[in-house]
């Protein structure tokens, strides 16, 4: 099974008809972003805008946030994490704490500076310090991480 | 198939007078909120891909509209390590790594 979430529209849609045309039947696709707790959260940060414009938009859009601890269903093994998330790649995950503790997940986070992967690496040290996640190297700009400890 | 059958679907001579379908423009998809985008259809060696024209410069859409497939190193090791398990994977974009996933 595959949880997908897209927070943007025009992309949710697009994923929503990519995944009709490959008949894909075993993926759940979400029109939220991953967050640490549940929260409306402001449309505008998800892009790169110019302040000016949004003032001319008028009214503040939202989109909803939620936890991948309520996302995904209890009792559903997750073997591995995958998060390229608007910057929201660390607050994602502590709102899959449940997640994480239960299953140790390889974690594959966008992370192509030395400084986010450092960052990273000492969240996850701080927050499951029990499953002792390692840094693994660096692919496509992404940070991969491994417990060595697993549940 | 029989020689009738060929005969059928062979190409006339005359194709002056058949109208070409617009073949790889975009086409238009309607959003809850009675907006709509244009997308184009792309493919690579996992599937066809949803590629919004306002995404096409990003660089998942460059990628399949190459008929490539972005970030196989990561793919390949992601399908390796899923084994029997979930896995979750966001922000998905267009979908650009979803058939692989699969």
Known sequence: M?????????????????????????????????????RDFPK?????????????????????MKKLDTIVPQGRYVSVIHLKSYSMEMPALLGA?????DCAPLLVMKAPRTRTQRFFLSCLQA????????????????????????? | ??????????????TDSIQAPDIGGPSVIPLDGGETFEYTLASNSFGHYCVPVDLADTKEAVSVTAAAVPE?????????????????????GFGAFLPAFH
């Open chain 1, 127 to 151: 927050h499951f310090p029990d499953l002792k996640y390692q840094f693994a190297g660096v692919m496509d700009e992404n940070a991969i991480f491994v417990p060595l400890n697993c549940a």
């Open chain 1, 2 to 38: 595959i949880h997908g979430f897209e927070p943007t529209e025009t992309a949710f849609g697009a994923a929503s008809f990519t995944t009709r045309l490959n008949g894909l039947e075993n993926v759940n696709l979400h029109n939220v972003i991953a967050g640490k707790r549940a």
């Open chain 1, 44 to 64: 505008a940060r998800l892009v790169d805008r110019n302040p000016e414009d949004d003032k001319a938009t008028g009214p503040v859009s939202f989109v909803e």
């Open chain 2, 1 to 14: 198939m029989a020689l009738e059958q060929l005969d059928s679907t062979a190409a006339p001579e005359d």
């Open chain 1, 97 to 101: 704490k449940r997640i994480v503790q």
């Open chain 2, 72 to 92: 196989l190193s990561t793919v390949e090791l992601i399908c390796r390590k899923m084994g029997k398990g979930d896995l979750i994977t966001g922000s998905t």
